[in-house]
């Protein structure tokens, strides 16, 4: 059974625990402080014409119009002072749908606020809603929904009575041009307030917009391909043919509205294709983003075969996943807020799934993001020999949340790949040279022409080796140990693997042992030495003289401490001979 005490479950049922209770309605979170201000809070009821939200007013006097209830249309309207009358009334309202149908437009629904309150972020008036335009005798108005009280007291949104008086100053001289062009027949039936033949034009309208949209983008194509060799090849080709049928529709769209704009179609059946038009237009980009998804994750498929790279297949099939489900959760939210349902309870609520869902799932979100880590970065492969941590050995497989290690002792380990991407990696199977350094210790009985014997030997042995690199090869003495006098090997060799570079060490060694063995002295061992004999006690007449020459010195001032001066160290330069006298180099700069 699961520890339902871990931090992470304790996090998750914490996060849920707040969700429900802040889900719960205030009277039952704290019953006895809304019962003190029970009668403080009065609901707000519902208007019978929908008038509560901008949304509900533009919806409710487009049914009307669509209805041909111009009586209840005008009770959508805040008319001036000027107009009381009923055929006044229904005249704006006929002017204004004429208007609409002509020469304006209204903003898709979902663009509409479906808040009592309206838009506060639009840059207007807090009681004030921008909804669209129309446009007359060369004029341009802008039409605004305004904030009143209606006869309870309570706001409604209405046609603001400034938007009323400036439409019914306006005229139209000519009829709508769908209206001009349609035979009189296809007039006289009206399905949903609108004529029947404006509605089999616009379903006529869908197909020629997507011949001529599939006509301008093929034709582009065309010509992109005769001008850019590229577009033939991958991976261009590729996404051009990913691209083709989503531009087809979104263009198509466009060329629809213009249409519909152009011949002067009724607003009401305007309205009606607007959410489509819109999914539609959603529809498209989604279809391209998966598209190009498929496309790019099957180039990066190829390439990782290419590469052999199996683990990184895995890699791209799991973005590939959660790509499309992204695109998919996204297309719904999108659409169903573009035909007026809102979505904000649904992303809330998607919200604190994912919250929990991350709290819960963070270990396996760590290693799968360290696993794109080791496929992006490439610091080891399958077969490599490394060292991770403490574990070294061959890297049998990566995979998505762990990466298995066959240790020197054939055992299989492990390591999450979260933990293994962020560790200190050493990756033996990229080096280019291999290091051969060892430090020979020899007995002190050693004399320095043996020492001389052993440096100059040692070094021939290096440089006469044709699988040792020559710079930096060196072999020095070093120093004085506490029972050996140390001399130091370091060589770079060329190996192809470890097994060479152990085969070469060894002859390098075993070379070494015989140069050893030909000096007459040998290898040092920890050891104690005790000799017994008569101390001789210091010498007299060799102290006697260090004592007269410090005395000389301190005569005739020149004693060099507590420093030497200038002088002093000018007069001893190169008093000495470097390299030694006896040394090759010395004779040969002697004979330069």
């Not at 207007?124 to 921008?130: A, G, H, V």
């Not at 020629?208 to 060799?229: D, E, G, Q």
């Not at 006469?464 to 130091?488: M, N, Q, T, W």
């Not at 090997?489 to 060694?509: G, H, Q």
Request: hydrophobic share 45%; proline share 4%.
């Amino acid at each position: 059974m699961k520890n339902i005490f871990n931090p992470v479950y304790l996090k998750f049922i914490v996060i849920i625990s707040l969700s429900l209770f802040n889900s719960l309605p205030a009277e039952a979170q704290f019953p006895l402080g809304n019962k003190q201000n029970e009668g403080e809070t009065q609901e707000i009821p519902e208007d019978p014409l929908g008038r509560r939200t901008p949304r509900g007013t533009v919806n409710g006097f487009i049914d009307a119009m669509a209805e041909q209830n111009n009586n209840r249309a005008a009770r959508y309207l805040n008319f001036p002072p000027g107009i009381s009358t009923e055929e006044d009334k229904e005249q704006i309202v006929q002017v204004l749908q004429r208007l609409f149908d002509q020469k304006g437009n209204i903003q898709p629904y979902y663009q509409i606020s479906d808040e009592p309150s309206g838009k506060i972020d639009d840059g207007l008036e807090e009681n004030l809603e921008k909804i669209g335009s129309v446009e007359a005798d060369d004029e341009f108005v802008e039409i605004f929904l305004k904030q009143h009280d209606d006869e309870s007291g309570n706001p409604i949104w209405v046609f603001s009575s400034e938007t009323v008086s400036s439409i019914s100053s306006l005229n139209l001289r000519n009829a709508a041009l769908i209206n001009q062009i349609m035979p009189e027949f296809f007039k006289k039936f009206l399905w949903g307030g609108v004529p029947a033949g404006q509605w089999i034009l616009a379903l006529l309208l869908i197909a020629v917009s997507y011949f001529i949209s599939l006509l301008i983008i093929s034709v582009i194509i065309f010509l992109l391909k005769k001008s850019w060799k590229r577009t033939r090849e991958e991976p261009i080709s590729g996404i051009i043919t990913a691209v083709k049928l989503p531009l087809i529709l979104y263009a198509a769209v466009w060329i629809f509205v213009a249409f519909t704009r152009n011949l002067e179609l009724s607003i009401i059946l305007r309205q009606k294709f607007s959410a489509i038009t819109i999914i539609v237009a959603i529809v498209a980009i989604l279809m391209l983003l998966w598209r190009l998804s498929d496309f790019i994750g099957k180039f990066s498929q190829e390439k990782m075969l290419l590469r052999g790279n199996p683990a990184g297949v895995s890699i791209v099939l799991f973005l590939q996943r959660a790509a499309k489900i992204a695109i998919v959760i996204f297309g719904v939210i999108f659409s169903l807020g573009a035909i007026g349902i809102d979505v904000t309870t649904g992303l809330a609520a998607l919200g604190i799934g994912g919250i929990a869902l991350a709290l819960g799932a963070q270990k396996t979100i760590e290693n799968f993001v360290g696993s794109v880590t080791l496929i992006a970065d490439r610091p080891i492969r399958v077969g490599d020999f490394c060292r991770v941590g403490e574990v070294t050995g061959h890297i049998e497989k990566i995979g998505i949340r762990s990466t298995q290690i066959r240790t020197l002792d054939r055992t299989i380990v492990s390591i999450p790949n979260g933990a293994f991407s962020s560790d200190t990696i050493e990756n033996y199977a990229h080096r280019d040279k291999f290091r051969f350094f060892s430090v020979l210790n020899f007995r002190y009985e050693t004399s320095p022409d043996q020492l001389r014997f052993l440096l100059t030997e040692l070094r021939k042995t290096l440089y006469a080796h044709p699988k040792v690199y020559e710079l930096p090869a060196r072999i020095r003495f070093i120093g004085f140990g506490a029972h050996s006098l140390d001399i130091e090997v370091f060589a770079y060799l060329d190996a192809l693997n470890y097994d060479e570079f152990l085969e070469i060490r060894e002859d390098l060694m075993l070379r070494m042992m015989d140069v050893v063995d030909r000096s007459g002295t040998d290898f040092a061992f920890p050891s104690q030495t005790i000799y017994f004999g008569k101390d001789q006690g210091l010498s007299k007449e060799k102290t006697a003289e260090a004592e007269a020459a410090v005395e000389n010195l301190k005569n005739e001032r020149e004693m060099p401490l507590p420093q030497f001066t200038r002088e002093q160290i000018d007069a001893l330069r190169n008093k000495s001979s470097y390299p030694p006298e006896g040394s090759s180099t010395s004779i040969e700069k002697s004979e330069v």
